[in-house]
């Protein structure tokens, strides 16, 4: 069985700009430079049967490259239960586009995506007992934050390992854009 999903790998740059905005937060992992990636959809686990078809599906996703950008900081939970801080993604039509072109392919083979509506953003830390002071401080800092704006030519089909010191990531499959 493998645990797959679909994402766009950050360049490194940007993922440099990304981990600068890192700060002290007592309760928080920051996430591994190479860990970082903007997820279109989880796939969950599936036999290799399964992959095969998801592999041969991605390559009928077509897309043209286009640009994007983060800006500022958010986070996922509650006041009482903080549990994610992440980097929020500039509005883009052509991301949707591609997110529900490879939501689509994934429902006609059968496997359920996530129902609820897509967020996009890239996971700067998971929190276990950070305050939410430490969390508002955070915001605060990054509310006016911008990386670079980068081009998306690609996107990839991940596998994933939980490991006890967390999720490791492996890029199975690269499917690129068409410039028109």
């Not at 766009?8 to 928080?28: C, E, F, H, N, Y």
């Not at 006041?79 to 994610?84: F, I, L, N, S």
């Not at 991301?95 to 939501?103: D, F």
Request: hydrophobic share 40%; proline share 3%; with cysteine.
């Amino acid at each position: 069985m493998l645990r797959l999903f679909v994402a766009i790998d950050v360049p490194d740059a940007i993922k440099s700009q990304l981990t600068g905005w890192r700060m002290s937060m007592s309760g928080a992992r920051w996430v591994q430079f190479d860990q970082m990636h903007l997820t279109l959809a989880f796939l969950g686990e599936h036999p290799m049967s399964v992959y095969d078809e998801v592999c041969q599906s991605l390559e009928d996703v077509e897309f043209s490259p286009f640009d994007l950008e983060f800006q500022k900081v958010g986070f996922f939970g509650s006041k009482k239960v903080p549990r994610t801080l992440w980097a929020d993604v500039c509005s883009s039509a052509e991301l949707i586009g591609l997110q529900n072109k490879v939501c689509k392919r994934m429902q006609e083979l059968g496997i359920k995506v996530e129902a609820r509506k897509f967020r996009p953003h890239l996971t700067l830390a998971r929190l276990n007992g950070a305050s939410y002071e430490d969390v508002g401080r955070f915001l605060e800092a990054g509310c006016l934050a911008k990386s670079d704006s980068f081009s998306v030519d690609s996107f990839a089909l991940f596998s994933s390992k939980l490991l006890p010191r967390g999720a490791v990531y492996h890029i199975e499959q690269t499917y690129f854009g068409h410039s028109d």
